[in-house]
């Protein structure tokens, strides 16, 4: 599988990106998907993550609320619509797709999107 990411940008506090994440290659095999954020000089952070067929999120306590991640398996995409942006949601964003072909487990990346939210 394989997932690029598009959306990031500059943006002023207060305002909103949405973030597409596109797959392509074995789709059939997706599970749940989801995006994680890493700020400058810091770890990958979870941010949130939706089920296969999009009937359950959950989201980290600093976003909740401000962004909401969806899925259309129909275009084979992700989406992260992201409001009332802060300063320290600035980041590079990526999005991820669990996968089990044959009955292995394995985990996709995208290259990432750079997000950046100046106060």
């Known amino acids: 599988v394989q997932l690029v990411e598009s959306g990031g940008g500059l943006v002023q506090a207060g305002g909103s990106l949405r973030l597409s994440c596109a797959a392509s290659g074995s789709t059939f095999s997706i599970n749940a998907m989801g995006w994680v954020r890493q700020a400058p000089g810091k770890q990958r952070d979870f941010i949130a993550v939706?089920?296969?067929?999009?009937?359950?999120?959950n989201y980290a306590g600093s976003v909740k609320g401000r962004f909401t991640i969806s899925r259309d398996n129909a275009k084979n995409t992700m989406y992260l619509q992201m409001n009332s942006l802060k300063p320290e949601d600035t980041g590079v964003y990526y999005c991820n797709a669990h996968t089990m072909v044959a009955g292995r487990p394995d985990v996709s990346w995208g290259q990432g999107t750079q997000v950046t939210v100046s106060s």
């Open positions: 939706i089920t296969s067929g999009g009937g359950s999120t």
